[in-house]
């Protein structure tokens, strides 16, 4: 799974890398925590890319009560096409989730779990693949909501977790956007782990354990 990320880039860099207009500055964050808002890139109704704040656990279109329903930060991209949650966003509801790392903890023997931060060793910032959705209200309230798409953990995570957010690579943001393909066959070789070489484990402080600690030490490497 993934339940915490990364994401300390400049908004020019963030419009560069994933080729939109005029991105909000955004705040450097290095403990994104679930329940939070977070930035998706994502299609417009005209196709034109944007940068949107979305809140971090998806709920499904048909809850009745936003409040009570489960609210899941991550899908299983294996069956999300096939779960009620995720059947509608997975055809008209992908998107991609900016990041420059993100966390997974290695049980350790009689003690307490190691934290890593996972990042790409050739570019600080990339893309997980995610899926948004839309909740109105009967009173007109609107909740926009996201999840991260997981798969197999390759063979840099396997050591760490089983699980991993499926990464998207530059190539191929534009064919996981396509709001014309919906189909997630369309789109199953992308769900997949990313090679071995694309990601380095770097261990860091069991400070990030805390989701109110949101500070540079999250990402400083042990000694």
């Known amino acids: 799974m993934c339940g915490r ?15 939109l207009g005029d991105v909000a500055e955004l705040e450097p964050r290095f403990n994104i925590a679930p329940s939070q808002d977070i930035a998706v890139v994502r ?11 979305l809140r971090w656990g998806l709920i499904a279109r048909w809850s009745k009560d936003p409040k009570k329903a489960r609210a899941p930060i991550n899908a299983r991209s294996e069956t999300a096409a096939e779960k009620p949650t995720f059947r509608s ?3 008209k509801g992908r998107c ?16 307490p779990k190691q934290p890593y ?12 693949a995610g899926l948004h959705e839309l909740w109105k209200g009967e009173g007109g309230e609107v909740i926009e909501s996201t999840a991260i798409l997981t798969t197999d953990a390759n063979g840099t995570l396997k ?9 998207i690579g530059p190539g ?20 997949v782990p990313c090679p071995d070489d694309w990601l ?21 490497p042990l000694e």
């Open 96 to 111: 991609l989730i900016p990041t420059t790392g993100f966390y997974e903890w290695q049980a350790q023997q009689g003690g």
């Open 159 to 167: 050591p760490i977790h089983d699980r991993m957010p499926v990464i």
């Open 172 to 191: 191929d943001y534009a064919r996981w956007l396509d709001p014309e393909t919906q189909e997630a066959a369309d789109v199953a070789d992308l769900m």
């Open 200 to 220: 380095e484990a770097i261990p860091v402080s069991t400070k990030v354990n805390n989701p109110r600690f949101d500070e540079p030490a999250c990402v400083e």
């Open 5 to 19: 990320f990364t994401l300390n880039s400049s908004s020019e860099a963030l419009a560069a890398d994933f080729d």
């Open 89 to 91: 966003a997975m055809a």
């Open 117 to 128: 931060l996972l990042r790409m060793r050739d570019r600080p910032l990339f893309a997980m």
């Open 43 to 53: 299609c417009d109704e005209a196709g034109r890319r944007e940068c949107a704040q």
